[in-house]
């Protein structure tokens, strides 16, 4: 803390850590760069954004940093798009998505231990997938359908229905999209 600042409750951290989120309209801020806004360390923000959560904001946290939703935008629509391949195609597979204007909230896949298992994405552009791939290739993670052979669903949203028909169908051609 700098000698400017003074030691803030946790309520009031709290309250700033929401304001920060609010104020980056849609945008997420790493953890990180939170703790060094409020003064704290990175552990006392993870702690923070757990209590937030329990008092009912909606905050997630991404590839990118911690995001606070607001009001759902019910100007938006949304779809599930249930896909299938390797660690190969995914960086296909989510340009697709995003070239079609759609923006990736999320992957789910079906654990037979642990039940439904989701990853917040909030992939929006190919910017945002290339950070995604980078962190496959560089070995530190793996998609969270390897656990299911690759089987895998992906939460969208998009301004149009026909941006996800166009979707569907890029996907479809390129062997991604699980069909019966």
């Given at each position: 803390m700098?000698?400017?600042?003074?030691?803030?409750?946790?309520?009031?951290?709290?309250e700033?850590?929401?304001?920060?989120?609010?104020a980056?309209?849609?945008n997420?801020?790493?953890?990180?760069?939170l703790?060094?806004r409020?003064?704290?360390?990175r552990?006392?923000?993870?702690?923070?954004?757990?209590?937030?959560?329990?008092?009912g904001?909606?905050?997630?946290?991404?590839?990118?940093?911690?995001?606070?939703?607001?009001?759902?935008?019910?100007?938006?629509?949304?779809?599930?798009?249930?896909?299938?391949h390797?660690?190969?195609?995914?960086?296909?597979?989510?340009?697709?998505?995003?070239?079609?204007g759609?923006?990736?909230?999320?992957?789910?896949?079906?654990?037979?231990l642990y039940?439904?298992?989701?990853?917040?994405?909030?992939?929006?552009?190919?910017?945002?997938?290339?950070?995604?791939?980078?962190?496959?290739?560089?070995?530190?993670?793996?998609?969270?359908?390897?656990?299911?052979?690759g089987?895998?669903?992906?939460?969208?949203?998009a301004?149009?229905?026909?941006?996800i028909?166009?979707?569907?169908?890029?996907?479809?051609?390129?062997?991604?999209?699980?069909?019966?």
């Open positions: 700098s000698d400017g600042q003074k030691a803030i409750g946790g309520a009031e951290r709290r700033q850590l929401a304001t920060l989120l609010r980056a309209n849609g997420p801020i790493a953890g990180a760069e703790a060094a409020v003064g704290v360390s552990q006392v923000v993870v702690q923070d954004m757990a209590l937030l959560r329990a008092s904001r909606r905050i997630i946290g991404t590839p990118g940093g911690y995001l606070l939703l607001g009001e759902l935008d019910h100007s938006t629509v949304t779809a599930v798009l249930p896909c299938r390797d660690a190969a195609q995914v960086e296909q597979e989510l340009n697709i998505m995003v070239d079609c759609l923006r990736v909230l999320d992957v789910v896949v079906e654990h037979p039940g439904e298992l989701r990853g917040n994405l909030m992939i929006n552009d190919r910017a945002d997938v290339h950070r995604f791939v980078a962190g496959l290739r560089e070995g530190q993670y793996s998609m969270l359908a390897a656990l299911t052979g089987v895998h669903l992906h939460t969208v949203e301004p149009t229905q026909a941006s028909a166009q979707a569907r169908q890029e996907l479809r051609a390129a062997g991604i999209l699980l069909e019966e």
